[in-house]
Each structure stands twice: as C-alpha cells, then as structure tokens.
C-alpha cells in the first residue's frame, strides 16, 4: 500500500516560516493527488491545502490562502507545504494524504494518510 511520511515540523514563533515535506516512495506523487489536513487538540480534522496528480490543480482552505503554498517534486517523490506569517491559531498536527487522480478537500475521499507532524506556533 501507499505509505507517505511527513516531516519538518517543530516549534515556531508567530510570524515565522515553516515547510513540511511529505515523502512517498514508488513514484506515489505521478499518478496520485495529495491533501494536507491538520488537526488541532479538542477539534476536529480539517483541510489545509491540496494538488491534483497533474500539478495543474491547487485548493487552500480560506484560513491560509496567501501565506501557504503546496507543491511536489515527482523525480523524489516528495510534496511540501510552505507555511508563511505562521499564528498560534495555526498550530496544531499535520497530515498528507494520497488520492488517486484528484484534486478533493474532503478528507473522507483520501485512501493514504502520514502519521502525522507537530507544528506548534508560539505567540
């Protein structure tokens, strides 16, 4: 099955940069699209960004349009998420997730999911 594991999360002063990776392997990222999801203690699982299999399609939740950019590199089949002018309202676990051939915010459609990293944006 598709296994994807995420990284670069850690702890970040409000205003500051973060980019999390998602690794994959067997070229997953060519024929698959990718959502980043988080989920924030007591709350419930929410849609961040997504890219469709192609690249030619991206969706951000309203919360980080502007300040988040998703992208992947096919050739290490890896997808990042690029988080800019971070706020505590932003911290919470991160997930990537893996559906064949779309681009969806609705996380009941993703068949793959990461374990997850921490991202904790202190004020």
């Known amino acids: 099955q598709v296994q994807l594991v995420e990284s670069g999360g850690g702890l970040v002063q409000a205003g500051d940069s973060l980019a999390l990776s998602c690794g994959a392997s067997?070229?997953?990222?060519?024929?698959?699209?990718v959502g980043w999801f988080r989920q924030a203690p007591g709350k419930e699982r929410e849609f961040v960004a997504a890219?469709?299999?192609?690249?030619?399609?991206?969706r951000y939740v309203d919360s980080v349009q502007g300040r988040c950019t998703i992208s992947k590199d096919n050739d290490n089949d890896t997808v990042y998420l690029r988080m800019n002018s971070l706020k505590p309202g932003d911290t919470a676990v991160y997930y990537c997730?893996?559906?064949?051939?779309?681009?969806?915010?609705?996380?009941?459609?993703?068949?793959?999911w990461g374990q997850g990293a921490q991202v904790t944006v202190s004020s």
């Open positions: 997730a893996a559906v064949a051939g779309m681009c969806t915010t609705t996380p009941t459609r993703y068949a793959f």
């Open positions: 067997g070229r997953t990222f060519d024929n698959y699209g």
């Open positions: 890219l469709s299999w192609n690249g030619y399609s991206t």
